[in-house]
């Protein structure tokens, strides 16, 4: 090598000198140069030779870099150059960002403000609400693909390797280099199922960032990619509120609708994501995005301590007109929010006692007015009975006519005991009970009666409880089309009297369990159900010879041809310890060859693929000549293969895929689940022997 400028050139292409690699990845490698036409420095993005090497990569490369060429946008890097169809290397040239990624950058800088983590993310939703309105999608949004500029006293978000994954046909997505094109962690489920991306799929990426930013954590991280993809099509993540105490609703809301499965669903363009972000940020008093971004990215440590001072007193004074609104729940969300960002505030207690406080006296006065409301129902009583009581059988209604008689005796019997009119004043209407004359033998005296009570008008109906134990767990639970509940074992649907409902729950592996209710159905309280899901049949791809045939636990399923066109299906067996796990034998036959054999672990609802390797697949010894026929006994039959004649199948590879994403529709059917067993007559019963 030789000495440029005091840099080392690695080599030269075309007018551009290769100083050194700052990066690499799965379809590309990227050096820092230099423009010897123009003396200025450049970044050249090298094609891997594998790709290179495809006319058609070539010319979907180029295609996608003079569309590209067309973005000019402040966080958008922009490209200087391309090699064009006809050049024996493909490169691109794109002005020199010298800085960090944006991966790095957090993970250095540790961002501990929500708030400033949808101030970058708006900033990329502004980038591809520009490139989107230009036709140009990214495919590959993740925070590798964001550069940090830091150099000469300028700070910015720069987005990178627009469209580059377009280059790449779905087939080569999982195979080129070892490595899949796109991260796991921010792949749109309409990705991993191998439809088009558009739009929408920028704004999902584009959600996982966000949800990183503001808690710290990707929302469908795990162990390995294959879980992680799993996660993404399942739409299985955290509600960031419960990752971070400090985020707010509006947040929360932003990210949950651009992470939703259907893209339908999800936010639509990327300048609505952008106008919901402006809306969350001015809801905490931000109302100049693009000037706290770059206040943020010129000193991150000291902006963040005063944004959060900001946030505190704005928080507080949210608070206050929610509280005196008489939203109370929402104040108490607020000064939860507060708090964790500042847990000494003593403000906050202020508050708190005082919504205590407002809080009490409410329940007091609800509690006399009860009681008033009480008492008056009771004389109401008192009233009505002592006017509208029938006498009844023997028995003087107490009245002026029946105590005053208009012509009485003069001489009265002296053994009568009749009382005349009681001198006392007739009670009045607030009196508690009324006098009522009773006879007796020989006496008519006034007797206190107690009120009856009336009886109470009906109540309401009541919404009924419907408590759901999901086996093995419910991914998504559904009332009347609205979800309710995910990733939850015990679900509780609250049904309105008066209307039909229908509940539902959906998990990936097993059919949908579905309760319809009518609207006059009574249903008895409290009402439980335990529901183990039934299981959806496992998936099985056999890479091998098209013409082999496949057996799983004796029953002939198909060919291997058959299963890499469409997945045979496997009924998982119910005698295992879990209907979602099952362990089948799996043996792949030909005419004239040694059968494989190999143990598969099933998983309900997902996909296997079993690669036989070609080694393992032995001719058969050729089967000597039947001897002539000859009387007497018939000859005892062959001896069985022993198990060193049957190929070794520790070598062949059966790994789980992932499997489908949005639960599929529930099938008009949900009865016992076909036979499966489609093997011609004369194969029946030889899944342990090789046909002649």
Sequence with gaps: MRRLGGASVIRRVDRYELLEQVGTGGMAV???GRDTALDREVAVKLLHPHLAARPESRARFSREARAVARLHHPNIVEIYDYSGEAAVESFLVTEFVGGRTLRAFVEEERLEIPEVGALLARALADALAHAHGAGVIHRDLKPENVLVLEEDGRRALKLVDFGIARIVTADDRMTMTGALVGSPNHMAPEIIEGKEADARSDLFSLGTILYWLTTGQMPFAAPNPTATLRRVIEGDYRDPRLVSPRIGEEIAEVIGRALQLDPDR????AAALRADLDAALRERGIDDPEAELAEFLAGPAAYQVQIARRLVERGLVRA?????AGETARAMKILDG??????GDSRVAMRLARITARARWKRRVRLAVATAGAAAALVALGWLGSVRRPAAAGTATATAAAITDPHPDPHPDATSNVRGPDPRPFPDSGALSTPRLTTTAGSLRPVARSPKPEAKPPSPPAVALVSVRVRP???RALLDGAEVARGEQHVT??????APHRVQVEHACCYPFVREFDASEPIPQPLELKVPLRARPARLRVEADPATRVFVDGRFLGTAGESQRAPLEVILPSTGESPYEATAQLSLERRGLTPVRATLKLRAGAEVTFAAAQAEVQPAAAPAEAPA?????????PPAPSAHSLADASGAAASPSSSSGAPPPRPPNLGPAPDLAREPAELAGAASTVPP
């Design 30 to 32: 990227v050096y820092r």
């Design 266 to 269: 999800r936010t639509p363009t």
């Design 320 to 324: 206050d007109a929610a509280f005196s």
């Design 338 to 343: 507060v708090l964790a960002l500042d847990p």
């Design 473 to 475: 767990y419910a991914q």
């Design 493 to 498: 649907f609250k049904l309105a009297p008066g």
């Design 629 to 637: 026929a000859q009387s007497g006994p018939p000859a005892s039959p």
